[in-house]
């Protein structure tokens, strides 16, 4: 008995030393589903304007594009960063780069084409490398990629009347039942106001996938939270959950046209 309590010890030692050394944290990599959030280039201008940064929306870019595909737990913001050896190289997506510039570039003047898409793979797609489907750079983008490329939310608001607009403002609730529709899940979708003008904007869609990226409900965004309902409120009746975050509980907000270049 003594000596299997020491062959534990050393293999339980042996297992937190090598997670230590390769900065690998296996538990932060449970997840329960992926949240692929997508941005509006002019409300992403927004943002970098209330942070006093410049913006600058490539002439490519005919609609709404990708901010992310993040491994999620209801109630967190976690899993992230789950492996710090696991470097970004953008010579592993390089044959992706012309798909990248037009559906996920980065809005932020003076900083590399590549600071969001290694941002968002070392805080994410380290993450999700537990599915074989997302394990690596090239299949995280190129999943990822592919999963945009089969939603067109312009295409999904217009057909429910939401058209990009300068006076024409929107309720939420007619945003969400318009994705709701376009998409058969349930959607998440946040607003940003403009420091400048107050004015509220529509700013991100999130769309929601099981771990076979296959599309699902999302749950109820909790205001509290930056992201989902904790568990015991998963329990609440549809209709009291809200899936939209920093948008008014009543009034209506913008949804901007892209920038003329």
Known sequence: MMELSRFLFVACFLLVSSEVLTGRVVEREDFEFLLLAHFWPTASCVYFHNEGKGCYVPPAVKGWTIHGLWPSIPGTEKPDYCNDSMK???NEIQDLSQRLAVNWPCYEEGVSKTELWEHEWTKHGTCAYSLPILQGELRFFNQTLNLHD???????????????????????????????????????????????????HLEQIWLCYDKQLQPMDCPG????????????????????????QDCPHSGSIYYYPLPTQ
């Open 88 to 90: 970004f190289n953008y």
């Open 150 to 200: 089969k939603i067109n939310i312009t295409k999904i608001l217009a057909a429910s009347g939401i058209l990009p607009s300068t006076e024409k403002k929107y309720l939420p609730m007619d945003i969400f039942n318009a994705l709701k529709k376009g998409v058969g899940k349930i959607p998440n979708f946040t607003c940003i106001k403009d420091k400048k003008t107050e004015w509220t």
């Open 221 to 244: 965004v909790a205001q509290s939270k930056l992201f989902f309902q904790s568990k015991a409120e998963k329990e609440m009746p549809v209709s009291s959950k809200s899936y939209f």
